[in-house]
C-alpha cells in the first residue's frame, strides 16, 4: 500500500529524469601528469562555475590554508597523486590550490544514502544516491563514469562515479573484489574546514582522495586489507565507509578522525544517511527510515538491481531535489556500475 502511494505521489507531484552518466577512461599506466588531461577539459565551464561557486560560499581563512598547503603539498600529498592533481589544475588553468579546495569540498559534503543488500543468489548489491547540498545542479553537470585500467596488467581494473577535479573516490568498484561508497558524517564541528586543513598540515592525516585511491590502485590490495586501513588510518574528517566484497561480506564502518566506533556487519540489509547507525533518524531526515521500511516489505526474490533503483533509491524522501545521481554497484556479479544522475524537481 505504502509504496503504491508512494509512487503516485512522485508521478503527481514531481518530475525526475533519470539521465545517461557520460563514461570516461584513465590508463594508469600514463604518467600521472597526463592522466586527466582528456577528461578535464570537457568539463571546464561547470568546474570554472564551480569554483567561483565555492570560493564566494568558504571564508578566505580556509582558502588561504588550502594555498598554504599547496605550498607545502609535497610534503602532504605523496605521488603519484601530487602530480595527477597538478595535471588536472594544467589542464584548466586553475590554480593548484583550487584544485585542492574541490577535492577536499567533493569528500568532505557528500550527504547521501548507501545501502548493502544480500539477494537470494549470494550476491550482495551496493546502492547509493549521492545527495550534495552546495550547488546541486553544477555538480549534476560535473559527474561521469570513469574507468581505471593498466595496459600492462589487463586483469587490473576498476569504476568510480566522479566528479571532475577529483582524483579520490566516492562511489567506487572493482568487480571480483569489492565496492565502496563514503558519507559524510554530520558533527557539531563548527570549524570542520579548519580542522581538516590543520589535520594535514599538522597530523599528516590523509585526505580521502588519497586513501581511496590508493586502495583502488593497489592491484595486491583485499576486502580484508581495504577493511583494516578504512578503519584504522588517521582520517581528516568522521565520515562513514560502506563496503562489501560483493559476495560474502558487507559492513559500515563509523568514523571518527582517529578511531571506527561500533562497526556493523551485513545480515540481510543495511541502510547508512548521515546519522549514527545506533541512533534515530532525526524528524526533518526520514531518508534512512524510508529505504529500511521499503526493504522490510522485500521478500528475497524482489531483492534485485531493478527493485533497488525503482522502489528504493528513486523514492522520496530518499530521492530528493539535492540527490546528484544513483548507483548501484555489485562487485559480486563482475558487472560495471549501474548510474543515473537524477534530476527530482516539483512539476511546475
Ligand atoms: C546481525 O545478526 C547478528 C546475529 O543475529 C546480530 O547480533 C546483529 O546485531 C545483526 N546485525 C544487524 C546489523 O542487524
Ligand atoms: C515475493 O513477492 C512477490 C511480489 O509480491 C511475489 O510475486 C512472489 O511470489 C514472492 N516470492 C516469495 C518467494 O514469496
Ligand atoms: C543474481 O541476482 C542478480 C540480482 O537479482 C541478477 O542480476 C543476477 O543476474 C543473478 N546472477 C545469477 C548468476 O543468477
Request: proline letters at 5%; one cysteine or more; aromatic letters at 10%.
Amino acid at each position: 500500500m505504502s509504496i503504491i502511494f508512494i509512487f503516485l505521489f512522485i508521478s503527481i507531484v514531481h518530475s525526475d529524469i533519470p539521465l545517461d552518466v557520460p563514461s570516461f577512461s584513465i590508463d594508469l599506466d600514463h604518467a600521472p601528469i597526463d592522466r586527466w588531461s582528456d577528461i578535464i577539459p570537457n568539463f571546464a565551464q561547470p568546474m570554472n562555475e564551480f569554483n567561483i561557486a565555492i570560493r564566494a560560499q568558504i571564508p578566505q581563512v580556509f582558502i588561504d590554508a588550502a594555498e598554504i598547503i599547496v605550498t607545502r603539498l609535497e610534503e602532504h600529498i605523496p605521488q603519484p597523486y601530487h602530480d595527477e592533481l597538478y595535471s588536472i589544475a594544467r589542464s584548466i588553468s586553475m590554480p593548484l590550490a583550487d584544485i585542492v579546495l574541490i577535492n577536499l569540498v567533493y569528500e568532505l559534503r557528500t550527504y547521501c544514502t548507501s545501502l548493502l543488500v544480500r539477494t537470494s543468489n549470494n550476491t550482495i548489491i551496493h546502492g547509493r544516491n549521492l545527495d550534495f547540498d552546495l550547488n546541486t545542479d553544477l555538480l549534476r553537470r560535473l559527474t561521469f563514469h570513469v574507468k581505471f585500467f593498466r595496459t600492462s596488467n589487463p586483469t587490473f581494473n576498476y569504476e568510480s562515479i566522479h566528479f571532475a577535479g577529483s582524483i579520490g573516490l566516492l562511489t567506487s568498484s572493482r568487480s571480483g573484489y569489492f565496492s565502496l561508497s563514503i558519507n559524510q558524517r554530520s558533527t557539531d564541528d563548527k570549524d570542520w574546514w579548519m580542522n581538516a586543513l590543520m589535520s594535514i598540515l599538522h597530523l599528516h592525516s590523509l585526505p580521502l582522495f588519497i586513501i581511496t585511491r590508493s586502495i583502488f590502485d593497489n592491484s595486491i590490495m583485499s576486502y580484508q586489507d581495504m577493511k583494516y586501513i578504512l578503519q584504522n588510518r588517521h582520517l581528516i574528517a568522521p565520515v562513514y565507509f560502506i563496503i562489501t566484497d560483493g559476495r560474502s561480506s558487507g559492513m559500515i564502518i563509523t568514523r571518527n578522525r582517529l578511531n571506527s566506533i561500533n562497526p556493523i556487519e551485513l545480515n540481510s540489509t543495511l541502510v547508512q544517511t548521515n546519522y549514527d547507525h545506533w541512533l534515530d533518524d532525526p524528524s526533518n531526515d526520514p531518508r534512512r527510515t524510508a529505504a529500511e521500511n521499503i526493504l522490510q516489505s522485500f521478500n528475497s526474490t524482489q531483492m534485485t538491481q531493478d527493485n533497488i533503483f525503482d522502489i528504493v533509491l528513486s523514492v522520496i524522501p530518499v530521492l530528493n531535489k539535492l540527490t546528484v545521481y544513483t548507483a548501484i554497484m555489485n562487485p559480486g556479479e563482475k558487472q560495471d556500475i549501474f548510474a543515473k544522475i537524477r534530476t527530482l524537481k516539483p512539476r511546475q
